[in-house]
């Protein structure tokens, strides 16, 4: 292990994920740190409600812009043909996965966008179910880029040498996505594992189970990712507030 030291703002969110100063344990074993990320489309806001004028920089929502420029990043490799690659897990079992779920179709359409300017919310949490960041979703469905910009904002804030393992309902999806197209680059994805969810895990194909499973995985132990369940159920009452709030 080599000694470094997480950003301030993530030893304030969560002294016990991010306090340490010894980092680099290999992905096989487990990582440094476990965070899980997911979208809710209740907390929506309202076209009609408008925003206030802006007089501060919120510190848990990543900024439109950063969001929309990995959105173009996303697109603009897509277009360019998949990286040749060894798969432990047969495209046909990824394919079915992503057909299963309707978190890994972006297209689908999920809320009324003429009624709503932002449909919902995607959350990045740690191990203990502390929030660390979101990013507002402003498209019919849960496309990739959120999910990519929260992961790539968390990495920025830590140690070059810090493992992460990310668990998420389509995990085999984005990570079938990262490693056929340079959306993120080799020192972050080189660092980065994916899982699925525990309670998800089960509606995926058996040969994706193998490898994403968090009940499969070497090292993960009881970390399930269904953190963000909970948050969003501490969320609940928030909902009808959102849908007319001007900030």
């Known amino acids: 292990l080599l000694r470094g030291q997480c950003a301030s703002i993530l030893m304030q969110r969560c002294p016990a994920c991010f306090g340490g100063v010894s980092f680099g344990r290999p992905l096989s074993e487990g990582g440094d740190i476990h965070v899980a990320t ?13 925003d206030c004028p802006r007089f501060y920089t919120p510190s848990y929502f990543l900024p439109k812009s950063q969001v929309d420029s990995v959105g173009s990043r996303i697109l603009t490799q ?6 040749i690659r060894a798969s432990l897990v047969p495209d046909e079992a990824i394919d079915q996965c992503e057909h299963s779920y309707e978190a890994a ?4 359409q ?4 003429d009624s709503f300017d932002d449909t919902g919310i995607m959350a990045l949490i740690c191990r203990h179910d502390i929030p660390l960041f979101f990013a ?37 999806v984005l990570s079938r996505s990262l490693s056929q197209y340079d959306i993120l680059p080799h020192s972050v994805t080189s660092r980065l594992r994916f899982a699925t969810t525990a309670m998800h895990a089960y509606g995926h194909e058996w040969a994706c189970q193998l490898e994403y499973n968090p009940r499969m995985c070497t090292g993960l132990g009881l970390t399930d990712g269904e953190g963000t369940e909970r948050l969003w159920s501490r969320f609940v009452k928030l909902i009808g507030i959102q849908r007319s709030s001007s900030v």
Do not use: W
């Open 136 to 172: 507002n979703i402003d498209s019919p469905g849960e496309q990739q880029k959120y999910a990519v910009s929260l992961i790539e904002h968390l990495f920025s804030l830590l140690p070059q040498e810090a493992t992460v393992v990310t668990l998420y309902d389509v995990g085999c």
């Open 38 to 50: 997911d979208g809710n489309f209740h907390h929506r806001h309202r076209r009609s409600a408008g």
């Open 78 to 83: 897509r277009k360019r043909p998949p990286k």
């Open 105 to 108: 179709d972006g297209k689908k």
């Open 110 to 113: 999920k809320a009324a966008m």
